[in-house]
């Protein structure tokens, strides 16, 4: 099993910053994949970003040059940079990783608020 924990959630105005961080552990040999996913009352839980083993990230077209993952190997732990925030990014965000195998694990949720 891979445990996921996230941290780096809070309350941002419009136009600010926050870093969002995600630390594995478990089996994390069986990982081949991370991302970023958000979930607005009322809404679907969306696609924010993703990131594979060698580093090729890909992003959902409302936070392309926005927001930037990356991953540092050696603290097991992927982040998600958010700048020029929306009130629109307001969401919990949650992480998860796609093992080997198809089995897909969530961490539990961070929330970001964007509001003046």
């Known amino acids: 099993q891979v445990q996921l924990v996230e941290s780096g959630g809070g309350l941002v105005q419009p136009g600010g910053s926050l870093r969002l961080s995600c630390t594995a552990s478990g089996s994390i040999f069986s990982i081949y994949a991370m991302g970023w996913y958000r979930q607005a009352p009322g809404n679907r839980r969306e696609l924010v970003a993703t990131i594979t083993n060698g580093g090729s990230t890909n992003y959902a077209d409302s936070v392309k040059g926005r927001f930037t993952m990356s991953r540092d190997n050696a603290k097991n732990t992927v982040y998600l940079q958010m700048n020029s925030m929306k009130p629109e990014d307001t969401a919990v965000y949650y992480c998860?990783?796609?093992?080997?195998?198809?089995?897909?694990?969530w961490g539990q949720g961070t929330q970001v608020t964007v509001s003046s």
């Open positions: 998860n990783a796609n093992r080997v195998g198809g089995t897909v694990c």
